[in-house]
């Protein structure tokens, strides 16, 4: 089992950049891919990236490709989302996730942090 914490949120105008952090515990991350998803106010949960356990692999959503970067420090336990040109539109709790295998599916992923809010004022 694994445990997430999210940080990095907060209120950015459009335009401008973020990074996400989640800190994972336990001596097993190594084994976990990691995942971003987020949820817009009346919306459901939508994937954004994934990244495979040693990084090799890593994929988007479209609405965010070529503005977002999924990373992670195994190292550290760490996975990172750098998000930049954020729009309106990205305003939602993003949430970390993590899952023996990667999935554009959300609905798919095991583990989840409390997530951390993103506004990105217009």
């Known amino acids: 089992q694994v445990q997430l914490v999210e940080s990095g949120g907060g209120l950015v105008q459009a335009g401008g950049s973020l990074r996400l952090s989640c800190a994972a515990s336990?001596?097993?991350?190594?084994?976990?891919?990691m995942g971003w998803h987020r949820q817009a106010p009346g919306k459901e949960r939508d994937f954004v990236a994934a990244?495979?356990?040693?990084?090799?692999?890593?994929y988007y959503a479209d609405s965010v490709k070529g503005r977002f970067t999924i990373s992670r420090d195994n190292a550290k336990n760490t996975v990172y989302l750098q998000m930049h040109n954020l729009k309106p539109e990205d305003t939602a709790v993003y949430y970390c996730?993590?899952?023996?295998?990667?999935?554009?599916?959300?609905?798919?992923?095991?583990?989840w942090g409390q997530g951390t809010q993103v506004t990105v004022a217009s």
């Open positions: 996730a993590a899952d023996r295998r990667h999935s554009d599916d959300s609905n798919l992923w095991d583990y």
């Open positions: 336990g001596r097993t991350f190594t084994t976990y891919a």
């Open positions: 990244i495979s356990w040693n990084g090799d692999i890593s």
